[in-house]
C-alpha cells in the first residue's frame, strides 16, 4: 500500500534543509571520505586500461563535494589523464552548488564538466535516444539509487555502459543499519514506492545475486546523533524525523500510533546505542563495485 503520508522529497527546500543537517549530525561524509581515501584508490587504479582520458558519470551528486573528493584520488592514482565527466543531478539548487564548489576550487582544469539537470532515468532515456556510444571508465552512485523506481534495471543500464575495466560504484545504508531495521518494519507505512524505494545495500546485494552479478562489498561504520528527535518541539529534531522517516512533517502529520511506534524503534537497541545521554542511530553505510559486462 502506498503511503498516504506525504514524501519529504516533494518539499525540496526541506529536503536539502534536512539533508544538511543530517550531515552535521552524522559522520556520514567522514565516513565516505575514509573509504575514498582508504580503499577507492585501489579500485581506481584499476579502471582505465592504460588510457591518457578517462570517462565518469556521477549520478545523483548533489553538490559535489564527494565527487571531487574523488577526482582527487583519481588524478593520483593516473596522473596526466583527462577527464570528461557527467553529472546527473535533478536539483537545481544542488546543481548550482556543485558549480559553485567548481569555480572555487583550483587545479580541475583537466576536468570537462557536463551538466545534466536530470534524473537518471531522464539520462538513460536521452543516452538511448541519442545513440551514444561512449563508454564509461568509472559510474558512481552515492545515496541515490533510493530515487529511482527500479534499482535493478537502473544498474543494469548503467553497468552496460562501462568499458572494460571500468567500475560501477554504489553506496547505500547497510542492510544492518538503523535505516534497514526501521524499513524492515515501517517500510509500507513510510516510504512512497513512486518516489523512494528505502533499499539498503542488502536489497542491491539480492538483486545482483538473482541476476548472477559478481560484486565486492564493503561496511563502512558510521553515526547519527538523532537526540534532539526525542525533544518534542525542537524544530532541528524535526527536520531529522523528516529526513529518518521520508515524511514531510512527520511530527505534525503522523498518526499517533505510527509516530510513538517509529520513536520508539529508533531508540531500540536495533537502531541505537544510548550513551552519555545521546541516542547514537546507526548509520552504517555499504559499498557495492560491480564491473563492466566483458
Ligand atoms: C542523499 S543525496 C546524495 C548526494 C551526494 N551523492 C552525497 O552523497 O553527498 C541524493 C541526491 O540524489 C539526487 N536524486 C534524487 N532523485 C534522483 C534521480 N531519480 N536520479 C538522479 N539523482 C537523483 C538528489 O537530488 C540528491 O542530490
Not at 147 to 169: C, H, M, R
Request: proline residues 3%; negative net charge; hydrophobic residues 35%.
Amino acid at each position: 500500500m502506498a503511503s498516504p503520508l506525504r514524501s519529504l522529497v516533494y518539499d525540496d527546500s526541506r529536503y536539502q534543509k534536512s539533508f544538511q543537517l543530517f550531515l552535521e549530525r552524522s559522520s556520514e561524509h567522514q565516513c565516505m571520505q575514509d573509504f575514498i581515501h582508504n580503499i577507492l584508490p585501489d579500485i581506481l587504479a584499476s579502471i582505465g586500461d592504460g588510457k591518457s582520458h578517462l570517462n565518469v558519470i556521477g549520478v545523483g551528486s548533489g553538490a559535489g563535494e564527494i565527487d571531487l573528493e574523488m577526482f582527487s584520488e583519481l588524478r593520483l592514482k593516473h596522473p596526466g589523464v583527462t577527464v570528461d565527466n557527467e553529472v546527473v543531478e535533478p536539483s537545481s539548487q544542488q546543481l548550482h552548488s556543485y558549480k559553485v564548489l567548481v569555480s572555487q576550487k583550483l587545479g580541475l582544469d583537466y576536468i570537462t564538466f557536463n551538466w545534466n539537470k536530470m534524473t537518471a532515468s531522464e539520462f538513460e532515456e536521452q543516452w538511448k535516444a541519442k545513440k551514444i556510444t561512449k563508454k564509461a571508465d568509472f559510474i558512481h552512485m552515492i545515496q541515490m539509487l533510493y530515487y529511482v523506481k527500479d534499482p535493478g534495471a537502473t544498474i543494469s543500464f548503467f553497468q552496460s555502459l562501462l568499458d572494460k575495466n571500468g567500475k560501477l560504484l554504489i553506496i547505500l545504508v547497510s542492510g544492518e543499519s538503523g535505516w534497514g531495521k526501521l524499513w524492515q518494519k515501517y517500510r509500507n507505512q513510510l516510504c512512497n514506492s513512486e518516489l523512494s524505494q528505502c533499499v539498503t545495500t542488502g536489497d542491491i546485494k539480492s538483486i545482483l545475486d538473482s541476476k548472477g552479478v559478481s560484486y565486492k562489498s564493503y561496511e563502512l561504520p558510521s553515526q547519527m546523533d538523532i537526540t534532539e528527535c526525542f525533544t518534542e518541539g525542537d524544530e532541528k529534531g524535526e527536520l531529522l524525523l523528516d529526513f529518518l522517516t521520508e515524511v514531510l512533517d512527520f511530527n505534525k502529520v503522523a498518526p499517533p500510533e505510527l509516530k510513538t511506534g517509529v520513536l520508539e524503534l529508533l531508540r531500540h537497541p536495533d537502531c541505537s546505542v544510548q550513551s552519555e545521554g545521546k541516542v547514537i542511530f546507526n548509520n552504517n553505510l555499504g559499498v557495492i563495485v560491480i564491473d563492466s559486462l566483458n
